[in-house]
């Protein structure tokens, strides 16, 4: 199918063949009819596309400090390399999207197979959306209306927190899409409106619409409100418009009248001028998007919605009083619509958003193509070797890591899958891989595939896991194996029915740096580790803190250094204890101490902390044996203590790209496994005793 994205590093907009989507839990499958092209958001991204690097950095100050820290903590090669891949993703475009759903997923109701639903979906033949981002069109509205459907609830969430009454007098500074909806709907709410704009034709439009409309800005703009209001002054200013100045907000509050207030829906400076509001007691809020559930995972991926007594206006319901207001007249759309193309025309669309007077583009669809899972991006020649790879997950450690070993260690790669199918057209397409699919099914039902690398999100790794294993194939899955006993069990009935081998991407303990503390240590009897891990604070909504999802950051991050504890003593983890910072128990805390007894009498420690400074190493490792000590700073060397001979130093290497060569290379001539897989079994164990041990207060006997 098709789907058009833009190029961050080229800047070039590009309509790319992708498989269909997947389908997943809680959203529904709709082949899109229309689309509406979003002049804000879509030019804000073409120009910054088409922008230099040095002007995406002054774009980006934040990013750039950012990139400073990094360079501090893990070099200045691994953080441009970070740099580079990050300018490296194309975005996919578009979040106006009008059509009918063909399929419908888990855990959904309220839709059925043919309805017309208005959603956030992109500039794509199909898209997989969340339900509650998502909602039914009324029999009157057409297609092209209901693609605005997104950008009106962006306009009616910032009305919303304007808390406008009858007749009181509201200023919109900005008239583009968004402050068109937003004084149309103000004044259906009984409200007197003035917008602004520079742009003449936008103005003209607006006074069709029963609104005060000017094109003076600055003092001017203050003085027609204020002559307006008889010198009283708006109740309150939308600012819908983008601008990188300070004084669009100025302009408001001298605008409003006292105890007056400011909603920004649009992008501006944002340095505020302490005299302007805290004379007149002005309030000022930013609104989020469609309104509340949008960005939070809980109602977008898990599809909880939030009780109606209590959050009355959600994303989805303000997506359906927009639709009702299109339905009964009282919002009129039709007028704001420059054009109506083929979506094949997208290159002249874009390329008239940076001058275009008009207000948007929507693009019409075929919606009779056929759409596969699977497309062929490149008739590769194989290399030589027994390997025959299907990758699945295509998100950061795929792109950033994974991909660009293989490719130097000259891997043959067969097929890239993702959900959503775009992800792995764009790596296949960059890494000369045969083939993108959004099926993993096609990579298990493919005889010439003889290992899987599963890369997907935690939640899945022992269910894609186990299915290898039952297609015969060998496994390499990413940490963590699985995220409860019932999946590691699982995984340990498949693997002993299977003729396939099973791989986790327990990478440290191949770094140069730990191979030579390993020999180094000569196999000591028993010996202490303390591994420190400035981890970094994460947002508490972000999945990885999900037990169901991503496991907790214990068992999906600090299972490293089980590992490679258990690497450095030679020995299997016996018993484990866990202490977290706070005084009631988080099973999904990510500050916390982990105390390991193995079973030849060596000590481990693994310091998980979130709460340390970003500047600081975010790795160490200390061993202690017999009267001397080894120091592992952030695998970027090796300090020796009592030691014969000298350290090493040099660039940053966690073990990736040998672990690779190693696991290459065992797939293709065979022998004994890269990790014993009764140790990748008490390694899982473990973390999971960890938890309970946080539970019960109490040493937890790894069985």
Request: net charge positive; hydrophobic share 40%; with cysteine.
């Amino acid at each position: 199918m098709k789907q058009l994205i833009q190029d961050i590093k080229s800047g070039g907009t590009i309509l790319q063949d992708v498989p269909r989507p997947q389908l997943q839990r809680g959203h529904i499958l709709v082949k899109t009819h229309r689309t509406l092209v979003s002049s804000g958001t879509e030019r804000m991204l073409v120009e910054f596309g088409r922008a230099n690097i040095i002007s995406k950095a002054m774009q980006q100050p934040e990013r750039v400090k950012q990139v400073f820290d990094k360079i501090k903590t893990d070099g200045f090669f691994p953080t441009m390399e970070s740099v580079m891949r990050k300018l490296d993703e194309p975005l996919p475009l578009g979040y106006c999207n009008a059509g009918e759903v063909i399929k419908v997923g888990e855990d959904v109701t309220g839709f059925s197979v043919g309805d017309r639903v208005a959603t956030n979906g992109y500039h794509a033949e199909l898209v997989s959306v969340s339900k509650n981002i998502s909602a039914k069109i009324p029999d009157n509205v057409s297609y092209d209306e209901a693609a605005f459907t997104p950008v009106a609830a962006i306009a009616l969430q910032g009305i919303r927190l304007l808390e406008p009454t009858f007749g009181e007098t509201f200023v919109v500074i900005g008239l583009g899409l968004i402050g068109q909806i937003a004084a149309q709907l103000l004044s259906a709410n009984g409200c007197r409106v003035i917008g602004f704009d520079l742009n003449e034709s936008r103005v003209i439009l607006a006074s069709s619409q029963k609104i005060f409309a000017f094109a003076a800005h600055g003092s001017e703009a203050v003085k027609q409100v204020l002559s307006i209001t008889q010198d009283i002054g708006a109740d309150g200013v939308l600012i819908t418009a983008s601008s990188a100045s300070d004084e669009i907000i100025s302009q408001s509050a001298r605008m409003c009248r006292k105890r007056g207030r400011i909603v920004l829906t649009g992008v501006t400076g944002l340095h505020l001028n302490r005299k302007d509001f805290y004379e007149k007691e002005i309030s000022f809020r930013v609104s989020s998007s469609y309104g509340p559930g949008r960005y939070d995972d809980e109602y977008e991926v898990k599809g909880n919605d939030y009780p109606l007594p209590f959050v009355r206006w959600t994303a989805k319901r303000n997506f359906e009083a927009v639709l009702r207001a299109m339905s009964t007249g009282t919002l009129d759309v039709k007028p704001l619509i420059s054009e109506v193309v083929p979506v094949e025309h997208y290159q002249r669309v874009y390329d008239n958003l940076l001058s275009s007077m008009g207000l948007t583009s929507v693009f019409t669809y075929d919606t009779a193509a056929n759409h596969s899972s699977v497309v062929r991006i490149s008739k590769k020649q194989k290399a030589p070797g027994k390997e025959v790879i299907g990758i699945s997950g295509a998100g950061n450690f795929t792109r950033g890591k994974l991909l660009p070993e293989l490719k130097k260690l000259n891997a043959n790669i067969k097929y890239i899958s993702s959900e959503t199918g775009l992800s792995a057209s764009l790596l296949a397409k960059k890494f000369g891989v045969e083939f993108a699919t959004s099926g993993f099914e096609n990579i298990l039902n493919d005889n010439e595939i003889n290992s899987v690398f599963v890369l997907t999100p935690h939640h899945l790794h022992a269910e894609q896991s186990v299915m290898a294993l039952k297609a015969g194939k060998n496994v390499f899955v990413e940490k963590p194996l699985a995220i409860n006993s019932e999946q590691l069990n699982a995984i340990v009935s498949a693997h002993e029915k299977s003729t396939g081998t099973i791989m986790v991407g327990f990478n440290r303990r191949f770094s140069p740096y730990s191979i030579k503390a390993k020999k180094l240590l000569n196999d000591a009897a028993s010996i202490q580790v303390v591994a420190t891990m400035n981890a970094g604070n994460i947002s508490p909504d972000n999945l990885l803190h999900d037990l169901e999802y991503g496991g907790g950051r214990i068992i999906g991050e600090a299972c490293h250094h089980f590992d490679l504890i258990s690497f450095f003593t030679g020995s299997r983890i016996q018993s484990v204890l866990m202490a977290a910072t706070g005084t009631e128990t988080n099973l999904s805390t990510d500050t916390a101490s982990i105390f390991l007894k193995y079973v030849n009498g060596s000590l481990g420690v693994v310091n998980y902390f979130s709460n340390g400074h970003s500047s600081y190493p975010k790795e160490k490792i200390e061993i202690f044996s017999s009267g001397r000590t080894l120091l592992i700073d952030n695998f970027r060397s090796l300090k020796l203590f009592g030691f014969k001979g000298n350290g090493m130093s040099g660039s940053q290497d966690k073990g990736h790209r040998e672990q690779y060569r190693r696991y290459l290379n065992f797939l293709r001539s065979g022998g004994e496994p890269l990790i014993a897989f009764d140790e990748i079994d008490n390694t899982t164990r473990a973390t999971f005793a960890a938890l309970d041990s946080l539970k019960e207060k109490k040493w937890i006997k790894v069985e």
